[in-house]
């Protein structure tokens, strides 16, 4: 199964990559039909097996009571209110592919896999995913082949997933895991790792989205801080002076570095609020302007995908005001839920955890923070199906390593003062926190 899981995966993203469209109906694609009977041999599966669904229980739950209320306003938006132009069927597909398939992909993802070697064997299979994404988006971008990406007007490359800022929280996503991929391994496959790395440090670039370099910035402070006592700085600090000179001169003779000065420079410096944030301000006070036309709305929401039906110009660019103008606290509790819950229970796992187990943990701690903080300034549509995916397999690797912690026998084992014996180069010190 986590070879089966492993290689779907890498065919999700690979059919992204190769901007292939593999519709078959409204709301179903040869991808999530594959997901889908996987899904059902993992229910037969746990029925012959008599096996507990109640693994990771509270996220389940929230998932569960986030998509119940969903189906409630939905009803009601359609059958009771009657918004305008309000389409029944077109919101329940959007219903179905924004939130009951994610659970589906989560639940896959989590049942799937059974033990750290299939976690990882798993991961593995969604990195190589991601490298090939990105190599396809700098292969297609420097002409060399020709797939159709779009390429903004500003000349910002939208990648292999159609988007230059959902691209971008798609790439610090798996960046984290790129990198624990790569001091985990030896000789040849830490090089090809570290050049996975500089790949998607590159593309991320040509995205010169600034969600996705904020949610950077944040991933790097929040990890420098939950991970202080973990942290060897003169080791560390070496690889990465290394890779950003590399950068900088990749960057310094492409057309990027221009276009990336500009955005993070030239527009952000604006003492204007609204080109600051490339109109992001008024579009946010916009919608709760109608919000707080509509108090009640504060608590209920107007209802699933109502958004798309107001008279608004823009997306709301903003997961979290997306979820509470919609689904009202319950959506915005429960959404938010999901993401900081996950990334609380990683957390404390990580630091149960022996190596290699460990390093992956830290990299879904640190990857989840970066898109919880992109998906403030933007929308996610695909890449929240990998999300999910990862996420599955990261509550797995929680499971794993909360069954079977670093216990107190190895640790005086760990104390002797080396670093050479930790193989991620991290720890100051062998002792376990």
Avoid at 341 to 367: D, M, T
Wanted: with cysteine; charged share 10%; hydrophobic share 55%.
């Amino acid at each position: 199964m986590p070879t089966i899981l492993g290689l779907a995966a890498l065919f999700l993203l690979a059919t992204d990559a190769l901007n292939m469209d593999l519709s078959l109906m409204p709301g179903v694609s040869a991808k999530n039909l594959i997901i889908y009977l996987i899904f059902v041999v993992l229910a037969l599966r746990m029925v012959v097996s008599r096996g507990s669904i109640m693994v990771a229980g509270q996220l389940q739950g929230a998932f569960i009571v986030q998509i119940g209320y969903a189906i409630v306003t939905w009803l009601v938006a359609a059958l009771l209110i009657q918004y305008p132009y309000y389409n029944l069927v077109s919101s329940g597909i959007k219903l179905k592919t924004g939130l009951i398939d994610h659970y589906i992909f989560f639940l896959v993802f989590l049942f799937g896999v059974r033990t750290t070697d299939d976690a990882l064997k798993v991961i593995k299979g969604l990195l190589f995913g991601a490298l090939a994404a990105n190599i396809i988006t700098i292969l297609d971008a420097a002409g060399i082949i020709s797939l159709g990406f779009r390429i903004r007007e500003d000349g910002r490359t939208a990648g292999a997933i159609g988007e230059s800022n959902q691209y971008a929280a798609f790439i610090i996503l798996f960046l984290p895991a790129t990198i624990a991929a790569a001091v985990a391994a030896h000789g040849f496959r830490r090089l090809f790792w570290f050049g996975a790395t500089l790949v998607g440090c590159m593309t991320l670039v040509m995205t010169a989205s600034r969600g996705g370099f904020v949610g950077l910035a944040m991933m790097c402070a929040v990890g420098a801080y939950l991970y202080r006592h973990l942290i060897s700085y003169s080791r560390i600090s070496g690889w990465v002076f290394g890779s950003l000179i590399l950068l900088v001169l990749i960057v310094s003779f492409s057309q990027y570095g221009n276009l990336l000065a500009e955005r993070m420079i030239g527009t952000s410096g604006s003492i204007d609020a609204s080109t600051a944030s490339s109109g992001r301000s008024d579009i946010w006070a916009t919608a709760l302007g109608v919000m707080f036309a509509n108090p009640i709305t504060f608590i209920t929401g107007f209802g699933w995908d109502a958004y798309a039906y107001m008279p608004f110009q823009f997306s709301p660019h903003n997961h979290y005001l997306a979820l509470w103008f919609n689904l009202g606290l319950v959506g915005l509790g429960f959404g938010s839920y999901l993401l900081f819950s996950a990334i609380g229970r990683a957390r404390r796992a990580s630091l149960l955890a022996a190596p290699p187990l460990r390093g992956q943990l830290i990299a879904f701690v640190l990857g989840t923070v970066g898109v919880a903080t992109a998906v403030f300034f933007v929308d996610l549509h695909k890449p929240w199906f990998y999300f999910w995916m990862y996420g599955g397999v990261a509550m797995r690797m929680v499971l794993c390593a909360e069954k079977e912690p670093l216990t107190e026998a190895v640790t005086p084992r760990l104390k002797r003062p080396t670093v050479r014996r930790d193989p991620y180069g991290w720890a100051h010190s062998g002792t376990r926190p």
